[in-house]
């Protein structure tokens, strides 16, 4: 089956550090590959997404490449902020007939950025 | 705000008492999803719908059901309830066709004591 594996958490930065987060995929099909972001108490926010490989999905200075060949999709950002302090969510779909449009997600990532 | 909204935002129970969680989709999505979101179990699926059609499943327990109604809007019924069904419950909805970018509501926090 569909699964996702990123690093454990959590990470600790501080502010305007380089930021990677590893995601790696295991999937059937052709997958679209997604980031979502859980800021604290609230819910799931869509923050890039890649559908074909070698796409790169950008959004608010972070960037992911869809990799095939490694199966990856690695979360970066050049200088965090306080301010991207959150759970970040790898998560993959992979539409098939029995399993729908279903998400398959990974553990999250808790990063903490410090001023 | 995603545009999809969930009722209640917090509900406290009792095992093996019967509640019911809410979900309206955005405005046009046809497909729901629900989530359960633990801290053992992570994020795991449950169930889709997909204009009133039941369209996949997930690791939903039997004591979980779910529907869509004809406007689009959808029930999560959780019966017999356990300590261990304590968690937050996501609904999220898309759009058919496009690559599954699925937009998720705040979520139900339920708490069975």
């Known amino acids: 089956g569909n699964s996702v594996t990123q690093m454990e958490g959590p990470v600790t930065l501080s502010e305007e550090a380089f930021l990677t987060i590893n995601c790696t995929y295991t999937a059937t099909g052709y997958p679209s590959l997604f980031w979502y972001v859980q800021y604290p108490g609230e819910g799931l926010q869509l923050l890039l997404k890649a559908t074909k490989a070698d796409d790169k999905g950008s959004n608010k200075g972070f960037e992911a490449t869809y990799r095939k060949e490694t199966t990856s999709f690695h979360l970066e950002k050049g200088s965090v902020q306080v301010s991207d302090s959150a759970v970040y969510f790898c998560a993959l779909s992979d539409r098939g007939k029995s399993s729908g449009d279903k998400l398959t997600f990974g553990t999250g990532t808790r990063l903490a950025v410090r001023p | 705000d995603s545009g999809v909204t969930q009722t209640p935002k917090h509900l406290i129970t009792a095992t093996g008492q019967r509640v019911t969680l809410r979900c309206s989709p955005r405005?046009?999505?046809?497909?729901v999803y629900w989530y359960q979101q633990s801290l053992d179990q992570g994020l795991q699926f449950l169930i889709q719908y997909y204009n009133g059609e039941e369209r996949a499943k997930g690791n939903i327990l039997e004591r979980f059901s779910a529907q869509q109604f004809p406007d689009l809007h959808s029930e999560l019924n959780l019966s017999s309830l356990e300590l261990g069904d304590s968690a937050l419950y996501f609904c999220?909805?898309?759009?058919?066709?496009?690559?599954?970018?699925?937009?998720f509501g705040p979520g139900t926090r339920l708490t069975v004591l």
């Open positions: 405005s046009g999505d046809l497909s």
């Open positions: 999220a909805s898309s759009v058919a066709g496009t690559n599954n970018e699925q937009f």
